[in-house]
């Protein structure tokens, strides 16, 4: 079966400012990279045009009151927060981009395609039912897995790898023992939650697994928490299944972060979390774009990785420009790897009552 591409022109037309660091590059040059490579000529690959989700499927998620402030201020302007205003028409573009999520799910739940990426914007993660926060207006993962649930997929496990914690996704899911949260994420770095005792609340008690990752953190760490933490969990948890907020601002080159990640590294990443899905639900699995802001350093790369990982082609040859290297030696650390080590036995430690296979 193919992989699915979730893709709409419509992506780039949201802009908060020319200079923001969610600006419409970091998919117009990750597209430009897919057309050079001949991605969409590839018989293994599927392009799915999006539609948006609807008002109900969105009130799944946020509330009246938040959505109503959404299209009110969608019409004239106005702003969150300091680094998220409201661009005229936003309202519009964030529904699409949430129905993007939607139709990779419905597009694997049917099996129309064996995988699916939403390549879509603006990205969600950060945004709670009742506000948007960090370049977010609307969860795309948390409304995706709601219209899962409500067609009978009972659990789902979310892989969230962006650099920062997805604390508005965590928050959506913290008492619900049917949604496995993993947040890999670099700290300190904003918003400043996501540490290893964060672990849910009531029947979710034990369902939030948070590993922070310290600065400097490359490939090697990456593949360490694969191992050490989320294949044990997953083998226990056996998802129906996996969704993945693919952030891609741990590469070595995003400005705002400190983490160390190769596009080889995301496209290993993305190989091991198909093998997941391979055994544990199979293949369903939808990739959401998160965050990712080094829009010609990496995310052609990373984009072109993760694609080639879920579409299962050879993955050998994924790499930056050589010109880019120089900076991952700057970037990698060694006492990272040491650091954590001691974040995972912390996060086993905190749930060795809650997972076998951590006691």
Known sequence: MKTGIIYHKKYLEHEQSPTHPE????????????????IFDNPAIELIEPVEAT????????????????????????FIDWDTNIPVGVFEIARLAAGGAIRAAEAVLEEEVRNCFAMIRPPGHHAKPYIGAGF??????????????????????????DAHHGDGTQEIFYDDDNVLFISTHQMPLYPGTGFPYECGTG?????????????????????????????????????????????????????ITGLALTARGYAEIMQETVKLSDKYCNGRLV???????????????????????????????????????????????????????????????????????FS
């Open 23 to 38: 600006r419409k590059e970091r998919l117009a040059y990750t597209m430009d990279q897919l057309i050079e490579e001949g």
């Open 55 to 78: 008002i109900e499927d969105v009130l799944e998620v946020h509330t009246k009151e938040y959505v109503d402030f959404l299209i009110r201020e969608s019409k004239k302007g106005g």
């Open 136 to 161: 977010c207006y609307l969860n795309n993962i948390a409304i995706m897995i709601r219209w899962l649930q409500k067609r009978g997929i009972e659990k789902v496990m979310i892989l969230d790898w």
């Open 203 to 255: 029947r979710g008690e034990g369902f939030t697994i948070n590993i922070p990752l310290p600065p400097g953190t490359s490939d090697e760490g990456y593949m360490m928490v694969i191992e050490e933490v989320i294949k044990p969990v997953a083998e226990e948890f056996h998802p129906d299944f996996i969704a993945v907020s693919a952030g891609q601002d741990n590469h070595f080159t995003d400005p």
């Open 287 to 357: 990739a959401v774009l998160e965050g990712g802001y080094s829009v010609e350093s990496a995310l052609p790369y990373t984009n072109l990785g993760i694609i080639a990982a879920m579409a299962g082609m050879d993955i050998s040859c994924i790499r930056e420009p050589l010109n880019y290297l120089p900076e991952l030696k700057y970037r990698k650390k060694e006492v990272a790897l040491r650091k954590l080590e001691d974040n995972i036995g912390d996060v086993k430690k905190v749930h060795s009552k809650y997972w076998k296979c």
